[in-house]
């Protein structure tokens, strides 16, 4: 009898644990695309890609703040700029690609310029004096 009643207190525990990966979500999943940037910052898409966005890391902790919103596509930075390109989701998530956002983020002060037309990324880009040389990474 006793045996059987440890199989019970396992089972028991077991059934416990498994509700609460279905509940919280499972503990062994990570990012599905990470970059490091500069400062902090970093690309980060969580559970498919269309969920790229722009973050800026919490210093000694896994969370983070959304900088660019998702879809980021591509981007470049160097040590006092970062460029993104974006297309937006709709209400259904479902990723918009006849539009296309662009931003400016100064690493330095955080400031976050967009979402931007082209023609505005553009003249911003040079009022900021952003590099040419950074060039855009496209995400696969």
Known sequence: MR??????????????????????????????????????????A?????????????KGSSIAIEVVPATVFAYGWNDDFILAKQHPQKKDRKVDTSITYWYI?????????GPLSEDEFNKLRTKLKVPAEISFKTIQ
Do not use: Q, R
């Open 46 to 58: 969580t559970d498919v890609m269309k969920d790229a966005a722009v973050v800026k890391k919490k």
């Open 105 to 113: 983020v100064e690493v330095a002060s955080g400031n976050v310029h």
């Open 3 to 44: 045996g059987c009643a440890m199989k019970e207190k396992l089972y028991c525990l077991l059934s416990i644990f498994a509700v609460a990966i279905l509940v919280v979500g499972c503990p062994f999943m990570g990012l599905v695309y990470e970059e490091d940037l500069v400062n902090g910052y970093a690309v980060w």
